[in-house]
């Protein structure tokens, strides 16, 4: 029976609902703990008198709502977390005497926050942004925060540029927008000012900005760091998260109804695969090289703008991280989880990287700003998972002050757990930094750092055409936003650098009038460096589609024998469906059964799935052509590169949608071709030739 509002005995004398306590219902209570009797109403003079101000409840209640919001964090306010575990394959020891890498096959609890950059807390999950990848490590000998992105480099070389950059790439100071994107004069005006930012450049205008999904980029450490081992020994290592479910992009335009469909698609996406018990997983990678490579290596291994490609140090897979829990309230444990770099343990060190060093120096300071003060380490969240022992004392918020008399060290007071001592023996030690040498104290760049454009070349030409025609169009939407002609010109004057089709492309793109001359560059460009796969997306498809979704248009009558093969089949393979109909209350299929519909069609487009597929009638088809976002459904699969199913009943759709005439090899008919060839087909997850 259909249900409709109905008071149940309820009713309160201004017709409110009244729901009291019974029946497993606990008591409501105040944050005292006081137990309230009315949470309707406030406390009046009389039936329809003023308000009282002796009214405790009402004042705790409106109290608390009126100091929710905390500061958001200045950059990486848009984030999504999970809790999950990290899984050492072998001993590390010979590398590192870091504890979680001691004991092969030890689970340490995780917990990792992924993020755009440049938008705020509201602004859409597709937007072109680097993603924040932190992954906080509860070891038995303190936290570990990896604190990286999704791309390996960076645009500055020194923190000292870190608030200039990110004032250009937020929104305008006298207008308050363009919101969570760089299309604008500041943010091109910087960067056609710091030719070191043009590697970064490269990788924020390829596919690696726009992901399919969290579950599908990889992660980055950034920075080198070292590993020391129980003898004293030293290596400098690059980590690297791999994602088991391979990477996968979407395309731009695809990005821009995304963000209309779902600003939260990345957020569902997590949050669905998590529920469905299809638990995101990453391989955790190290590059692992001496002093000798970094001497000899072409560029200097403590600039963040640089990377090692894998052709050169191979990346050494060491364990695997999987995320199966999700978080049981956003606030408390996504948004005031606290990252920050310094957080390392023993085994483990920094390197002089400037921008690293910069790091360790603020993110402490911008933590203790958004909560409050010193003592965040006590919010479950951050909070270690190993015993804690020190004489750190009171301030805003404290709940585990140290107990007894004894506070300071040295003292004279017998031994016992609330008496710590250090440990040089087991205690965290830093590295002997040889490669730093005595000197003047000095604001310097070293020399080392000035090739700005070898590595960005390298990259753009290890990318597939696809994708080099993907950057060459980021380029050109990117410059077209921006107003003023001297910023666009420049830009394209660093482009040259890099690659001159590449440059033609783009000021062709937006009519550059008059090529600039190159700029002019510290280093001259290097040729001689070579592609190197690793760096594409594409050339490293996963061929499955394991952890897909795909979309089944439907209408009434629709096969349902090819409907039952096709979803036992991706059951089969690990992936996903849903059911878009005219109606959300769904279509009956040919055998008469009801399917509800996951999705309206004009609520569930096409761009919310990775491939789709088109079961009607003739007549189903006939009543979709009328219907403007069923078209859509269609023509926008097709523009997006994506493999589209059908039957001959959906041609009539199909026309309409402008489509006819263009059935090419990524259209599969599931009357003339198998389930399986389907479903093999799908695993290229994107028709690239169309």
């Known amino acids: 029976m259909a249900e409709s509002f109905k008071y149940a005995g309820k009713k309160g004398n201004g017709g409110e609902l009244r729901q009291s306590a019974s029946d497993g219902y606990p008591t409501m209570t105040t944050a005292q703990g006081c137990p309230v009797s009315d949470d309707q109403n406030s406390l009046k003079a009389g039936k329809r008198g003023p308000g009282l101000m002796e009214d405790q409840v009402l004042r705790e209640k409106l109290f608390h709502f009126d100091h929710e919001r905390i500061p958001e964090r ?32 030890e689970k340490t609890p995780v917990f990792t926050r992924f993020s755009t950059v440049a938008g705020n807390k509201g602004s859409p999950d597709l937007a072109r942004d680097v993603r924040g990848f932190a992954v906080k490590f509860y070891t038995q000998e303190g936290n570990w925060d990896l604190v990286g992105n999704n791309i390996p480099v960076f645009f500055i070389q020194d923190a000292m540029k870190f608030p200039d950059l990110v004032h250009s790439a937020k929104a305008e100071p006298d207008r308050g927008f363009p ?16 030719p070191e930012s043009m590697h970064m450049v490269m990788w924020a205008m390829s ?48 990005a821009l109804k995304l963000n209309g469909a779902d600003p939260d698609f990345h957020r569902r996406d997590m949050w669905e695969s998590i529920g469905n018990g299809d638990f995101p997983e990453w391989e955790l990678g190290v590059q692992v090289f001496d002093q000798q490579f970094a001497d000899e290596f072409e560029f200097d291994v403590f600039d963040a703008t640089k990377l090692i490609p894998e052709e050169q140090v191979p990346v050494q897979i060491v364990g695997r991280m999987v995320l199966d829990r999700v978080v049981d309230n956003f606030f408390a444990e996504t948004e ?23 790091r360790n120096f603020s993110y402490l300071d911008t933590q203790t700003k958004r909560l409050g003060g010193p003592n965040f380490t006590h919010i479950p969240v951050n909070a270690p998972k190993c015993p804690m022992r020190h004489f750190q004392q009171d301030g805003h918020m404290a709940m585990q002050n140290p107990k007894g008399r004894v506070n300071y060290e040295p003292n004279s007071w017998s031994a ?18 040889p490669e730093v040498s005595d000197g003047d104290k000095l604001r310097y760049r070293s020399e080392t750092f000035s090739d ?78 070579p592609v190197s796969d690793a760096l594409s997306i594409l050339k490293n498809a996963p061929n499955t589609f394991k952890g897909r979704k795909l979309g089944i248009l439907v209408s009434d009558g629709f096969n349902a024998e090819i409907f039952n093969s096709v979803t036992n089949a991706l059951k089969s393979e690990g992936a996903n469906f849903e059911i878009i109909a005219p109606q959300v209350g769904g279509a009956k299929c040919s055998k008469g059964k009801h399917f509800k519909a996951d999705q309206v069609i004009n609520g569930g487009p096409s761009v919310l799935y990775d491939a789709v597929l088109v079961l009607t009638t003739e007549d189903g088809a006939e009543k979709l052509a009328a219907i403007a976002e069923a078209k859509d459904f269609v023509s926008d699969a097709y523009a997006h590169m994506k493999f589209i199913g059908f039957t001959n009943e959906a041609k009539p759709l199909f026309k309409a949608a402008g489509l006819d005439g263009k059935v090419d090899d990524g259209w599969i008919d599931l009357e003339a071709h198998s389930v399986d060839k389907f479903i093999n087909t799908l695993r290229n997850l994107r028709y690239w030739e169309r």
Not at 179 to 194: C, E, G, I, M, P
Not at 342 to 358: A, C, K, R, S, Y
Not at 483 to 492: A, G, K, S, T
């Open 179 to 194: 919101q969570a994107q760089t299309a604008h004069d500041n943010f091109w005006d910087f960067v056609s000012l710091s």
């Open 416 to 433: 016992g757990e609330n008496n710590p001592r250090e440990c040089p023996v087991h205690g965290f030690k830093s590295s002997k930094e």
């Open 336 to 358: 005031q989880v606290a990252f920050c770099t310094q957080n390392i343990v023993p085994g483990l060190d920094f390197t002089p990287d400037p921008l690293l060093q910069g």
């Open 452 to 529: 700005h454009y070898s590595q960005a070349r390298q990259f753009y030409l290890s990318q597939t055409e696809v994708e080099q025609a993907h950057i060459q169009s980021a380029f050109v939407f990117e410059l077209s936003k921006v107003e003023h002609l001297p910023i666009r010109e420049r830009l394209v004057s660093h482009l040259l650098n890099i690659d001159e089709t590449l440059a033609n492309k783009v000021a062709e793109g937006f009519g550059l009038q008059e090529m600039p001359d190159p700029a002019e560059a510290a280093m001259p460009t290097r040729k001689d460096l």
């Open 74 to 105: 200045v950059v990486h306010a848009r984030g999504y977390g999970a809790h999950g575990y990290f899984g050492t394959y072998d001993t590390l020891e010979d590398l590192t005497c870091a504890d979680i890498f001691k004991r092969k096959g």
């Open 207 to 254: 596919d690696r900005a726009i992901p399919r999904s969290l579950r599908f980029m990889e992660g980055f450490g950034v920075h080198t760091f070292k590993f020391i081992n129980a003898k004293g020994d030293e290596k400098f290592v690059k980590f690297h998260w791999k994602p088991k479910g391979g990477m996968q992009s979407v395309v731009w335009n695809e």
